[in-house]
């Protein structure tokens, strides 16, 4: 009966082994098979336990679309550049531009911003009615690995489309012309699709990460996406709607912030 007892603990010992292998993400090598075999047997509960490792964690290592360097860089630049290419995958035309404001006169803050923008979003900027603001969000954060990263989304409120009446693309019973239909009549009920970025909650202009997320640098952002291919921003009203931090405390108190939003005017 010892005999038994004592094997019962060797397996327990193996299974927590293993358990703690897995849940550190760490890969068993050859070796502790051969170990494992010796000890326990193929049959044992640890040796299947490790073949089903060896089965999962190599799928589940490559799972993820947004591949990470291990270990992730201690850069916050480099970390920067990482989470906004993740974050602006949806759209493969997205460019990562890194800007520095002290390329801007009359920055007060100097550090680094990188900035993701596409083609569509520049076309929407362009299109953007100049009576109509647009908001500075944020932050929010994105996760690397142990390394969050705080970013910042520039938008607009979404824009209403007329409605069409839903069909099914797969109802052949009414097959019409794609230009004119049955009656004789042009189709004027023609809606452009929306891209990716028009979400129901808006519409995506513009992403950034800055070295020190403050308002300085956000403004600075805003202004050198205006010299970088948005010159109608310009003329756009900007609207800082952003979550304060602990260190914004002190401006409210001496009264230089006087609301959590701050309207930007535009260039002149």
């Not at 075999?37 to 299947?48: L, T």
């Not at 938008?155 to 069909?167: G, S």
């Not at 050198?224 to 979550?243: M, R, S």
């Amino acid at each position: 009966m010892k005999r038994i007892w004592n094997n019962l603990d060797k397996i327990k010992e193996g299974q927590l082994l293993m358990r703690w292998f897995e849940g550190r993400g760490v890969m068993p090598d050859a070796e502790l098979e051969t170990i494992l075999i010796n000890i326990f047997g193929r049959r044992g509960h640890p040796v299947r336990k490790y073949w089903r490792m060896m089965y999962w964690m190599p799928k589940f290592k490559n799972l993820s679309p947004w591949p990470l360097p291990n270990p992730v860089p201690n850069d916050n630049l480099e970390l920067a550049k990482l989470a906004m290419k993740r974050i602006s995958s949806v759209d493969l035309q997205s460019k990562v531009v890194v800007y520095q404001t002290a390329e801007l006169a009359d920055s007060v803050d100097d550090t680094w911003v990188v900035s993701v923008q596409s083609p569509d979003q520049r076309k929407l900027v362009d299109t953007h009615p100049e009576n109509i603001p647009v908001y500075v969000k944020g932050s929010y954060r994105v996760w690397l690995r142990d390394a969050a990263v705080n970013y910042f989304i520039l938008m607009r409120k979404p824009v209403q489309k007329p409605q069409v009446a839903a069909e099914d693309p797969d109802d052949v019973s009414n097959l019409r012309d794609p230009v004119i239909d049955i009656s004789g009549d042009r189709i004027t009920a023609v809606v452009q699709a929306p891209s990716v970025h028009e979400q129901d909650d808006g519409t995506i202009l513009a992403m950034c990460a800055t070295g020190t997320s403050s308002r300085d640098s956000l403004l600075s952002w805003i202004r050198l996406l205006e010299t970088d291919g948005n010159p109608q921003l310009a003329k756009i009203p900007v609207v800082f709607t952003l979550k304060f931090s602990p260190g914004d405390k002190l401006f409210l108190e001496e009264g230089i912030i006087s609301e959590e939003q701050k309207t930007i005017p535009p260039s002149k």
